[in-house]
């Protein structure tokens, strides 16, 4: 069944911090999110036709720190999308990401009744020093007193954290990991930091090995605590797997609001993609002109594009890459194509086969941005 689920970005920050490279910014330092807020607003009208209007699957606020600017001002963001058909229902899955020492009871209060249920707090480290060393605004005390809040209130909560920063040490990441399963959240994502080569957090950090065996000390500590990994950088306890991060990895539809958000449709035969300028004065401009989509940010997808797309997402998965998904939507010949690419892999104990399904073993995570290089077609490779 054809669902939809919509990504609004919220660029608004506190302070940069060293490792991020999302598009956000300080929000002393942009207009007003009112103005923000207006031309998202105005998007949501000038698109509305882009998808079928619907009951959604999810809202997802991203940021930057949605959590920053006031709870009305994203309240009216959902009354907008409804406005035009595009509602929320009982099993509306509505994620904010909320950053520590941001939200109190008033505006969680106002979220609830706007019909927010899934909180994604950027908790990063409960290590003071790590979070100062990477410019966090906030403490580990900080971040466990807002997880209270949102315990307090029986909540669904998640929680971000970053591991292999420079200079960590297994002790600090074993602390994380406990105060992690200790707050009892549901939901956990520890990603593993990533600069580019020359930045200033690339140096000192954990050495390989190190760094596989705080991949190791993380898993083995969720699936002590009854959360699977569901996907390479996501645990939940079965039932409260992020269902719009599961619409990005299943190829459903998703449209996305705001600076430099991004959005998937099957309104062609393979599918296109289409996003927003990465500059909140061009992403303005834009706006404010109600021009359609410029070619430059369109992508018609061709059925190897489609395929590529196909394989690396289902990977990221414990599920898996689907024969009968393969067959349904590429037919038999690419599905054998496919076949064909995978048994060197699974000799290699890179990949398993296994109730229909080609999965990555524990030694594949660990590399598969490489096992992903193998699963990237071009037109040629297509029969
Ligand atoms: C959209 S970001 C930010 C969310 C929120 N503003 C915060 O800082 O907590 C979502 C998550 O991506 C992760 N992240 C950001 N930059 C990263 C990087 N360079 N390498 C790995 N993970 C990163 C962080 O864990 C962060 O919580
Ligand atoms: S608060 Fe979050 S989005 Fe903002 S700069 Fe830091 S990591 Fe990036």
Same mark, same amino acid.
């Given at each position: 069944m054809s669902v939809l689920g919509v990504y609004i970005h919220i660029p608004y920050c506190l302070q940069r911090c060293t490792y991020c490279d999302f598009a956000t910014y300080v929000h002393t330092e942009i207009r007003p999110p009112q103005e923000y807020v207006a031309l998202v607003k105005k998007e949501i009208s000038d698109k509305k036709n882009l998808f079928r209007p619907q009951e959604l699957k999810t809202i997802y606020f991203g940021g930057g720190t949605p959590s920053l600017i006031s709870a009305e001002l994203i309240v009216d963001l959902i009354s907008e999308l409804a406005k035009f058909g595009y509602t929320t229902g009982p099993q509306t899955e509505i994620t904010i990401e909320i950053n520590p020492a941001t939200v109190d009871e008033r505006k969680l209060e106002i979220y609830l009744k706007a019909g927010i249920n899934r909180f994604s707090v950027g908790? %990063? &480290?409960?290590s003071d020093r790590l979070l100062k060393m990477v410019h966090r605004e906030h403490n580990a005390d900080q971040t466990k007193q807002t997880l209270t809040l949102l315990r307090k209130y029986k909540l669904n909560f998640s929680f971000d954290l970053l591991f292999a920063l420079p200079t960590q040490t297994l002790n600090e990441l074993r602390h994380d990991v406990e105060v992690a399963v200790e707050l009892g959240s549901k939901h956990i994502s520890p990603y593993c930091l990533t600069v580019p080569e020359g930045h200033p957090l690339s140096k000192n950090r954990p050495l390989e090995e190190e760094q596989i065996e705080m991949f190791q000390i993380i898993h083995d500590a969720l699936t002590r605590h009854? %959360? &699977?990994?569901?996907?390479i950088s996501n645990y939940a306890v079965p039932g409260f797997e992020s269902q719009h991060n599961l619409l990005y990895w299943t190829d459903h539809e998703y449209w996305g609001l705001g600076l430099s958000a991004h959005s998937y449709s099957k309104d062609s035969p393979w599918g296109s993609r289409f996003w927003n300028p990465n500059s909140l004065d061009i992403y303005a401009r834009q706006a404010l002109s109600g021009a359609a989509q410029l070619s430059s940010q369109v992508e018609v997808l061709e059925k190897h594009q489609a395929l590529t797309d196909f394989c690396h997402t289902s990977l990221r998965l414990s599920e898996g890459l689907s024969v009968d998904k393969l067959v349904q939507k590429f037919g038999s010949e690419t599905s054998n194509q496919v076949k064909d690419l995978t048994q060197a892999l699974i000799q290699h104990q890179l990949l398993t086969f296994q109730d229909q399904s080609y999965r990555l073993t524990e030694k594949g995570i660990l590399i598969s941005n490489q096992i992903f290089e193998k699963f990237t077609f071009l037109k040629s490779d297509l029969a």
């Amino acid at each position: 069944m054809s669902v939809l689920g919509v990504y609004i970005h919220i660029p608004y920050c506190l302070q940069r911090c060293t490792y991020c490279d999302f598009a956000t910014y300080v929000h002393t330092e942009i207009r007003p999110p009112q103005e923000y807020v207006a031309l998202v607003k105005k998007e949501i009208s000038d698109k509305k036709n882009l998808f079928r209007p619907q009951e959604l699957k999810t809202i997802y606020f991203g940021g930057g720190t949605p959590s920053l600017i006031s709870a009305e001002l994203i309240v009216d963001l959902i009354s907008e999308l409804a406005k035009f058909g595009y509602t929320t229902g009982p099993q509306t899955e509505i994620t904010i990401e909320i950053n520590p020492a941001t939200v109190d009871e008033r505006k969680l209060e106002i979220y609830l009744k706007a019909g927010i249920n899934r909180f994604s707090v950027g908790a %990063q &480290s409960f290590s003071d020093r790590l979070l100062k060393m990477v410019h966090r605004e906030h403490n580990a005390d900080q971040t466990k007193q807002t997880l209270t809040l949102l315990r307090k209130y029986k909540l669904n909560f998640s929680f971000d954290l970053l591991f292999a920063l420079p200079t960590q040490t297994l002790n600090e990441l074993r602390h994380d990991v406990e105060v992690a399963v200790e707050l009892g959240s549901k939901h956990i994502s520890p990603y593993c930091l990533t600069v580019p080569e020359g930045h200033p957090l690339s140096k000192n950090r954990p050495l390989e090995e190190e760094q596989i065996e705080m991949f190791q000390i993380i898993h083995d500590a969720l699936t002590r605590h009854g %959360q &699977s990994r569901y996907e390479i950088s996501n645990y939940a306890v079965p039932g409260f797997e992020s269902q719009h991060n599961l619409l990005y990895w299943t190829d459903h539809e998703y449209w996305g609001l705001g600076l430099s958000a991004h959005s998937y449709s099957k309104d062609s035969p393979w599918g296109s993609r289409f996003w927003n300028p990465n500059s909140l004065d061009i992403y303005a401009r834009q706006a404010l002109s109600g021009a359609a989509q410029l070619s430059s940010q369109v992508e018609v997808l061709e059925k190897h594009q489609a395929l590529t797309d196909f394989c690396h997402t289902s990977l990221r998965l414990s599920e898996g890459l689907s024969v009968d998904k393969l067959v349904q939507k590429f037919g038999s010949e690419t599905s054998n194509q496919v076949k064909d690419l995978t048994q060197a892999l699974i000799q290699h104990q890179l990949l398993t086969f296994q109730d229909q399904s080609y999965r990555l073993t524990e030694k594949g995570i660990l590399i598969s941005n490489q096992i992903f290089e193998k699963f990237t077609f071009l037109k040629s490779d297509l029969a």
